[in-house]
C-alpha cells in the first residue's frame, strides 16, 4: 500500500524555530535510539514513523552507533525513508551523529577528521540520502585538538552533507570554545544535543542554555523523562534489580525520596488532566530556548500518549514555582 501523509499533521504539533536560524523543528522530534534498530520487526518500525510524521513529527534523530548494532537504526530510518517517506524530503529534518564506537580500530569513534567524514558517508548510505539537516558531534574527543573536529565539521557543510552542524554531550565549557571557532568559521551552528529533563537540571546550574543563545544556537534535549523515571512505572517504588542510567544515579542515595517526588509530579500532571510524562515534556518545553525535545516510542499507542502534550504545553506560574518546589524539597 503506497503511504500517503496526513493532509492535517502540520496541525497537531506545535514546531519552533532555532534561535534566530531558519531552522524549524517541531516541538518533539523522533529519536531512534531505542526500540527501533533490528530490535523491532520492520513493519512494527514504519508504523510508528509514519505515525509520528502523521502527527506532525517531522524531525527525525539518529547515530551511527545506534540500534543493537552499529547503523541498524540507520538502516531501519533508510528503508522506511526510500519506501514512504522520499516523496516528502523537503519537509523532514534528518540528524545523525558521529563519535562513539562505530567500527573496529582507533579511528572508528571520537571526533578526528577521518572519522567524522567516514562516519557521515556511511550514514548516508544506510539512509539513502544526498544529505542531513543536522549532523553532530556525538562526544567530546579529549585526544584530537579542537580546532580540528570544528573544521571538519565545516568542511562536511560546505561539501554539501549537512546544512547545520552540532555537538553532544559537551558542558558549557566545551560549547564556548569551539563555537568561538565556528564564529571565526561562520560555520552554521545550531545547536548541542544533551541530556536535560526535571531531575537533570545542568542545562540551567552551568549556563548552558545562555552560552547556546551566545552563539544563535539552541538546545535539543534527549531524556526529557529521565529514562523511563518520570512516567507513573514507579510511583509504587524501584524494583532491587532496576537498570540506572549515568544520569539516574542518584536514585540510589535517596530512593524513597525519589518516589515521594515523583507522587507529587504526578499530583501536579493530574491537576492538569495529563500523565506524568506529559507534564515533564511540557516542562521542559516552556523555554524557547529548548526548540525541540528527542523522544522515543516502540508502539503507536507509546508515540501517540506523548503527542498529546501538544494539548496543554502552558505551564503558569503557579505551577511552575510548585514543581520546583518539589523538585528542591521545599
Known sequence: MVYAAADNRYDVMPYRRVADSGLILPALSFGLWRNLGDQKPLANSREVMLKAFDNGIFSFDNASNYGPSDGSAE????????????????????????GYHMWPGPLGEFSGKK????????????????????????????????????????LIVRQGKALYVGVSNYTTEQVAEIGQIFDEL?????????????????????????????????????????????TDRYLDGFPADMPLHRTNAFIKEDPEGTVAKLNALNAVAADRGQTLAQLAMAWLLRDKRVPSIVIGASSVDHLLDNVKVADNMTLSAEELAKIDAILNNK
Open 75 to 98: 538502516e531501519t530510518f533508510g528503508a522506511v525513508f526510500e519506501k514512504d517517506l522520499k516523496p516528502y524530503r523537503n519537509e523532514l529534518v534528518i540528524t545523525t551523529k558521529a
Open 115 to 154: 572519522t567524522l567524514t567516514a562516519a557521515l558517508d556511511m550514514s548516508l548510505q544506510r539512509m539513502h540520502l544526498d544529505y542531513v539537516d543536522i549532523f553532530y558531534a556525538h562526544r567530546w574527543d579529549p585526544n584530537t585538538n579542537l580546532r580540528e573536529t570544528a573544521e571538519a565539521l565545516d
Open 186 to 230: 561562520h560555520t552554521p551552528f545550531i545547536g548541542n544535543q544533551m541530556s536535560y529533563n526535571m531531575f537533570n537540571r545542568e542545562a540551567e546550574t552551568t549556563d548552558m542554555l545562555a552560552e547556546l543563545d551566545k552563539h544563535h544556537a539552541g538546545l535539543i534535549a534527549y531524556g526529557p523523562l529521565a529514562e523511563g523515571l518520570l
